[in-house]
């Protein structure tokens, strides 16, 4: 009896504690100050609304919200995890099925405390780890332009999750593990170099509605990160990508940067540095096609001054970041590594066959016939050939690599997709070549990798 009596007072408070956890922070919802539909929309002005759509661009709230040929904000995008498949909601201004109905306390505790209008826990495939940290009024100023869009009476899909991950009270101990309301970033100890201000937009854009860390952090077997400030990258389970370190220079890193070249990059999606080509590709080229491309240049510099700054760390010392698969013994490239081709090497061939026409001999890239313009970037020394993960690389053979088309770079060239032509065992060759070749020394990749990415596992 007194074993039993322990274990139910022990139930009783760990159940107390969980819930203190999920509640922490939340004033009661108030019926007044605005919150009725009547006030609210009142406030809606077409400023309000100019701002609020702005804010939502920075968030990339549409590319989530949207499910492919349907309306804008009308949800229904599934969100694949290691757990199941999470269900983007209805965000336009439809009262039953949408948020039109909605309070802007109520749309504040979804941002602010990750819980929706009736009081159920949401799933952090929306990243309220991150909206979290924006303030009050950008708050409201979202929800008058999402009360702006047009209704769309798209009934919401149930989630698809695995037990116990379906279960609320799970997702209690999770948010009691991992989730802490927070507030905006405070301002920073800097050098004197940098104007706090700048910095602090920066890490407000990044942190919180920008959402970065929601691919560019390592999380654990739980699917948690170790908090917004986590940019040291990651496999995103979303698309089976790897989004390199932001705090590693030999990955996505662009501390010795200057600005004006990050700024170019977040704008038009591709970027000429130092006589080498930067262009972003898959999960990326998607922020840069919704999000990125339309901020000020006011505010990507603010992010650049951010990401200037960060501490740089290198990859291969960070716990848990993923290593591609070693390759067998056969059909492995040679262990020495190469630095020129062979008319013998089945590697070299794959790579004269299929790269070379583009990417040059060495390559070393190809440019315009004026020389003006470099067109195809050079994979000797391009730093996402030698990403300690190949699953990028992979991705772009098999899928084809692909700019976003942008204002500053409206028909960028791109690459076909070989998934018809190559094996995953050719690809593994070829892939394994470029990562030993023109003095390269990276981990080689296996034909089983190949076939695991290809088939999204």
């Given at each position: 009896?007194?074993?039993?009596?322990?274990?139910?007072?022990?139930?009783?408070?760990?159940?107390?504690?969980?819930?203190?956890?999920?509640?922490?922070?939340?004033?009661?919802?108030?019926?007044?100050?605005?919150?009725?539909?009547?006030?609210?929309?009142?406030?809606?002005?077409?400023?309000?609304?100019?701002?609020?759509?702005?804010?939502?661009?920075?968030?990339?709230?549409?590319?989530?919200?949207?499910?492919?040929?349907?309306?804008?904000?009308a949800?229904?995008?599934?969100?694949?995890?290691?757990?199941?498949?999470?269900?983007?909601?209805?965000?336009?201004?439809?009262?039953?099925?949408?948020?039109?109905?909605?309070?802007?306390?109520?749309?504040?505790?979804?941002?602010?405390?990750?819980?929706?209008?009736?009081?159920?826990?949401?799933?952090?495939?929306?990243?309220?780890?991150?909206?979290?940290?924006?303030?009050?009024?950008?708050?409201?100023?979202?929800?008058?332009?999402?009360?702006?869009?047009?209704?769309?009476?798209?009934?919401?899909?149930?989630?698809?999750?695995?037990?116990?991950?379906?279960?609320?009270?799970?997702?209690?101990?999770?948010?009691?593990?991992?989730?802490?309301?927070?507030?905006?970033?405070?301002?920073?100890?800097?050098?004197?170099?940098?104007?706090?201000?700048?910095?602090?937009?920066?890490?407000?854009?990044?942190?919180?509605l920008?959402?970065?860390?929601?691919?560019?952090?390592?999380?654990?077997?739980?699917?948690?990160?170790?908090?917004?400030?986590?940019?040291?990258?990651?496999?995103?389970?979303?698309?089976?990508?790897?989004?390199?370190?932001?705090?590693?220079?030999?990955?996505?890193?662009?501390?010795?940067?200057?600005?004006?070249?990050i700024?170019?990059?977040?704008?038009?999606?591709?970027?000429?540095?130092?006589?080498?080509?930067?262009?972003?590709a898959?999960?990326?080229?998607?922020?840069?096609?919704?999000?990125?491309?339309?901020?000020?240049?006011?505010?990507?510099?603010?992010?650049?001054?951010?990401?200037?700054?960060?501490?740089?760390?290198?990859?291969?010392?960070?716990?848990?970041?993923?290593?591609?698969?070693?390759?067998?013994?056969?059909?492995a490239?040679?262990?020495?590594?190469?630095?020129?081709?062979?008319?013998?090497?089945?590697?070299?061939?794959?790579?004269?066959q299929?790269?070379?026409?583009?990417h040059?001999?060495?390559?070393?890239?190809?440019?315009?016939?004026?020389?003006?313009?470099?067109?195809?970037?050079a994979?000797?020394?391009?730093?996402?050939?030698?990403?300690?993960?190949?699953?990028?690389?992979?991705?772009?053979?098999?899928?084809?690599?692909?700019?976003?088309?942008?204002?500053?770079?409206?028909r960028?060239?791109?690459?076909?997709?070989?998934?018809?032509?190559?094996?995953?065992?050719?690809?593994?060759?070829?892939?394994?070549?470029?990562?030993?070749?023109?003095?390269?020394?990276?981990?080689?990749?296996?034909?089983?990798?190949?076939?695991?990415v290809?088939?999204?596992?």
């Amino acid at each position: 009896m007194r074993v039993a009596a322990a274990l139910i007072t022990l139930c009783a408070l760990l159940t107390a504690v969980v819930w203190f956890l999920n509640v922490r922070g939340e004033a009661a919802l108030s019926s007044s100050s605005g919150t009725t539909n009547a006030t609210a929309t009142s406030l809606d002005t077409p400023e309000r609304i100019a701002q609020g759509a702005y804010l939502a661009r920075a968030g990339n709230c549409q590319s989530c919200h949207t499910q492919r040929g349907g309306e804008p904000y009308a949800g229904g995008r599934g969100v694949p995890t290691p757990f199941g498949t999470v269900y983007a909601s209805n965000l336009t201004s439809d009262k039953s099925q949408g948020i039109g109905a909605w309070t802007a306390d109520e749309f504040w505790r979804a941002m602010h405390h990750g819980r929706s209008r009736d009081g159920r826990l949401l799933y952090p495939a929306f990243p309220y780890a991150n909206t979290t940290r924006i303030t009050r009024t950008d708050s409201d100023l979202l929800l008058a332009f999402l009360r702006s869009v047009p209704a769309a009476s798209r009934a919401n899909t149930p989630h698809d999750l695995a037990f116990p991950f379906n279960l609320q009270a799970s997702l209690a101990v999770w948010r009691a593990l991992y989730f802490r309301p927070a507030t905006p970033a405070s301002e920073p100890t800097q050098s004197a170099r940098l104007q706090a201000t700048e910095w602090q937009r920066g890490a407000y854009l990044i942190e919180g509605l920008g959402h970065c860390n929601a691919c560019h952090a390592n999380r654990n077997a739980l699917g948690a990160t170790a908090g917004p400030l986590d940019l040291s990258g990651g496999l995103i389970p979303v698309q089976n990508w790897y989004a390199p370190s932001l705090h590693s220079t030999a990955e996505a890193g662009v501390m010795d940067w200057d600005a004006k070249h990050i700024v170019e990059l977040l704008k038009a999606g591709a970027v000429e540095r130092g006589g080498a080509m930067f262009s972003v590709a898959g999960p990326m080229s998607e922020v840069v096609l919704g999000s990125t491309q339309h901020l000020t240049d006011a505010d990507l510099r603010a992010m650049a001054v951010y990401l200037q700054v960060l501490p740089r760390r290198t990859a291969r010392g960070m716990q848990g970041t993923p290593k591609t698969p070693a390759a067998p013994a056969a059909p492995a490239a040679p262990a020495a590594p190469a630095d020129t081709t062979s008319n013998t090497d089945p590697a070299a061939q794959l790579y004269t066959q299929h790269c070379a026409q583009c990417h040059g001999e060495q390559g070393e890239g190809r440019r315009t016939a004026d020389g003006k313009l470099l067109i195809y970037p050079a994979l000797a020394g391009n730093r996402a050939v030698t990403l300690p993960n190949a699953a990028n690389l992979i991705h772009v053979v098999l899928e084809g690599g692909f700019a976003p088309a942008t204002a500053g770079n409206p028909r960028p060239f791109g690459m076909p997709p070989f998934a018809t032509l190559l094996s995953d065992a050719e690809v593994a060759l070829l892939l394994t070549h470029l990562r030993r070749s023109w003095g390269h020394r990276v981990e080689a990749v296996s034909a089983l990798y190949v076939s695991r990415v290809r088939n999204g596992r």
